[in-house]
T-cell receptor, first 109, second 114 residues
Framework: EDKVVQSPLSLVVHEGDTVTLNCSYE??????LLWYKQEKKAPTFLFML????IEKKSGRLSSILDKKELSSILNITATQTGDSAIYLC?????????FGTGTSLTVIP | NAGVMQNPRHLVRRRGQEARLRCSPM?????VYWYRQLPEEGLKFMVY????????ESGMPKERFSAEFPKEGPSILRIQQVVRGDSAAYFC????????????FGPGTRLLVL
């Protein structure tokens, strides 16, 4: 059965900390891995990863894919309270996107 | 450029009634995906539609649920004879071409079945 697993399920950190969120996938016909940030509304797109070992960066966020380990990590440095959200990863297999249950991140001032 | 629109944003139904959820994709997008998000769970794929075609409905429950995306007008997710377990947030996402992997999500419809 195709599945995506994220860890940890939840995380509480202080402002300024660095966090690493994990995503592992087991899907057939893997095409890409996507990260989303979900606050109290729709998920917003962060990154799409297709190639192993190539880091993508956007400000304080970065992500990398390891196809050998079937996993990806999302790093957030110098966290801010505005980073508090649920972070979702999804594996794309062409027609379908399989989402993990998300990591709930809370950043305390 | 308006984003993905969904309506209603909140919908309350009694058991046995029908729920109709609408999704208007972004301008120029012809592919729509529907997802269900249950409390404390991730987004679950339901169905993938192109204009006038259902491409993949493997995530749809076999009974009571149907979806369409007509040539004109929004995509509709229809749930007949709703039950309490249907209470969830239903999101749609659109993409501009087949296999475009960056989806744009709507704000969701929160369905509550009493």
């Amino acid at each position: 059965e195709d599945k995506v697993v994220q860890s940890p399920l939840s995380l509480v950190v202080h402002e300024g900390d660095t966090v690493t969120l994990n995503c592992s996938y087991e899907v057939t016909n893997f095409r890409s891995l996507l990260w989303y940030k979900q606050e109290k509304k729709a998920p917003t797109f962060l990154f799409m990863l297709t190639s192993s070992g190539i880091e993508k960066k956007s400000g304080r966020l970065s992500s990398i894919l390891d196809k050998k380990e079937l996993s990806s990590i999302l790093n957030i440095t110098a966290t801010q309270t505005g980073d508090s959200a649920i972070y979702l990863c999804a594996a794309n297999t062409g027609n379908q996107f399989y989402f993990g249950t998300g990591t709930s991140l809370t950043v305390i001032p | 450029n308006a984003g993905v629109m969904q309506n209603p944003r909140h919908l309350v139904r009694r058991r046995g009634q029908e729920a109709r959820l609408r999704c208007s994709p972004m301008k120029g997008h012809s592919h729509v995906y529907w997802y269900r998000q249950l409390p404390e769970e991730g987004l679950k794929f339901m169905v993938y539609l192109q204009k006038e075609n259902i491409i993949d409905e493997s995530g749809m429950p076999k009974e009571r649920f149907s979806a369409e995306f007509p040539k004109e007008g929004p995509s509709i997710l229809r749930i007949q004879q709703v039950v309490r377990g249907d209470s969830a947030a239903y999101f749609c996402a659109s993409s501009p071409r087949q296999r475009q992997e960056t989806q744009y999500f709507g704000p969701g419809t929160r369905l509550l079945v009493l």
